[in-house]
């Protein structure tokens, strides 16, 4: 499937666990030298002896010294991680200790691993498809039930099963129809046109299927922008308090954070929702109705998936939303219109005097009522119906392209056996289509992008 590529046949060494101080940290080694170079440093008992899938406990030494009291886990290729010899040395969770045992390794030939390069090597070894391979470093990055569920399912084989699927199918009748072009004078046709055409229509189905649920995988993996406005005292520090008290999100690195904005996040129902400008609310600087035409506020807004656009029910006239509707309305932002302080009021009497204005929700940010209401009409929005968060859910940027080009080229099919278009100029449009699919699972690909996705990777995966 691919040249060897360079450093392929070296053995590879790295801290397979967070760097710092912890109980334990885990070494790994992969590659042909990988047993001995360990059984070098581990005298009291011959590892080149032992059985795969067996674990050892005793002293890494180098030369005299005694580094570490360790346990050594033995994975005899193929079936490994790698698709290599691995071994994965369990040393105290000292950073100064972990050092010193891999400069032992590294001194007795091993070299340093790059980003990803276990990954990439249990891809080269067909242990997994390149979707696969990038779901680990998506499960790594998880930080909510619903990114974590959509990785794991890309891991079990996700949507490159159906993609893979339906590349072999393609190929089939790419492979009848180039035959086809071998007996051009004889007029014969061996691939079943209707069957094709079928197959198209049903690869154009799923892939448009795929595109569709990229806006869910979005969500799902980087979360949902999220900005809080209102007049001064409509309840926005209390509303956010009385969320953050419950539903505060433990995130540690979101790509495309900038550090120096702090950024509250929520976890409502496995989805992320990461709320803009939260010091600028507690700080009571962000602004009323009037700044909509305000630079600031129109930034925020803009910036966000979502604007929560609260206001005191008791003060603020349906006109005056009724305005506000038309504005976000015509600058294309998804709104909702919540109205607080609800405890002041009856829910009849709020019903009517709103009644022209929607979407709309009321609440008491103070006493908690209907907020839970509120939360999952956030995740209704997002989601857009669509619920089901299992199911299969493109969340990689890499593959909408990919996807995009496929579901062109499988258009220009579609057309191609529409207008009967000859063999030879069939066959293009299909191997086009081939490739694409094949780009997605890296049945196809080059050094350079395989680099590219897995330096994404972190040391030691
Ligand atoms: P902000 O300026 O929009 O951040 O508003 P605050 O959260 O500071 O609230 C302004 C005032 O409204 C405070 O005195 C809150 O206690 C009060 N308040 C907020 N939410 C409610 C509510 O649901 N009911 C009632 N009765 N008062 C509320």
């Known amino acids: 499937m691919l040249g060897k590529l ?5 053995t590879i060494v790295a801290l397979a666990t967070p760097s710092g101080v912890g109980a334990i940290g885990v070494i790994r080694l992969s590659g042909p030298t990988a047993f001995s170079i360990v ?5 009291s008992k011959n590892l080149l002896q032992q059985s795969s899938h067996t674990l050892h406990v005793g002293f890494i030494k180098d030369g005299e010294i005694a580094l570490d009291e360790v346990v050594v886990a033995l994975f005899k290729g193929p079936k490994s991680y790698t698709g290599e010899d691995v071994v994965e040395i369990s040393c105290h969770g000292s950073p100064f200790i972990q050092e010193q045992v891999i400069n032992a390794c590294v001194s ?5 691993a790059k980003p990803g390069e276990f990954t990439q090597r249990a891809f080269l070894h067909g242990k997994l498809d390149l979707v696969q ?13 619903a990114s974590r569920k959509a990785a794991l399912h890309n891991i079990r ?8 699927g339906l590349r072999e199918r393609m190929l089939t009748f790419s492979a009848l129809i180039e035959l086809e072009l ?15 055409f079928n197959l198209i229509n049903e690869a154009e189905r799923t892939v448009q299927h795929l595109l569709q649920s990229f806006q869910l995988g979005n969500v799902i993996k980087n979360g949902v922008q999220v900005a809080i406005i209102g007049k001064p005292n409509a309840g926005k520090s209390t509303l956010l308090n009385t969320l953050l008290n419950e539903n505060r999100a433990i995130v540690s690195d979101i790509a495309g954070t900038t550090r120096d904005t702090i950024e509250e996040t929520l976890n409502i129902n496995g989805i992320l929702f990461r709320l803009i400008d939260t010091a600028g609310i507690r700080e009571h600087t962000s602004d009323v109705i009037e700044s909509i035409g305000v630079e600031k506020s129109l930034e925020k807004m803009r910036q966000a998936d979502v604007v929560v656009y609260l206001f005191d029910a008791n003060e603020m006239s349906a006109d005056e939303l009724g305005t506000l509707v038309k504005d976000f309305k015509e600058q294309s932002i998804e709104f909702l219109l919540v109205g607080n302080k609800a405890d002041k009021s009856s829910e009849e009497s709020l019903l009517s005097t709103y009644a022209s204005i929607d979407p709309k929700i009321f609440i008491s940010a103070k006493s908690g009522w209907n907020v839970d209401e509120l939360k999952d009409k956030l995740v209704e929005m997002v989601l857009h119906g669509s619920v089901q968060t299992e199911g299969t859910v493109v969340t990689n940027a890499r593959h909408q392209h990919a996807l995009q080009q496929v579901a062109s080229s499988l258009s220009d099919i579609h057309r191609g056996l529409d207008d009967k278009i000859p063999g030879d100029l069939l066959a293009l449009d299909i191997r086009r289509c081939l490739h694409y699919l094949g780009e997605i699972t890296g049945e196809i690909s080059n050094e350079d992008r395989l680099d590219y996705i897995f330096s994404k990777f972190c040391i030691g995966k």
């Open 39 to 43: 059984n070098e440093l581990f005298p």
């Open 108 to 112: 007795r030939g091993a070299r340093l």
């Open 6 to 10: 360079s450093g392929w046949d070296d």
């Open 133 to 145: 391979a990038e779901a680990v470093a998506d499960l790594i990055a998880s930080n909510t039930e």
């Open 157 to 164: 084989g996700g949507f490159s099963v159906v993609l893979q």
């Open 182 to 196: 071998d007996f051009s004078q004889e007029d014969v046709e061996f691939a079943d046109r209707t069957q094709f």
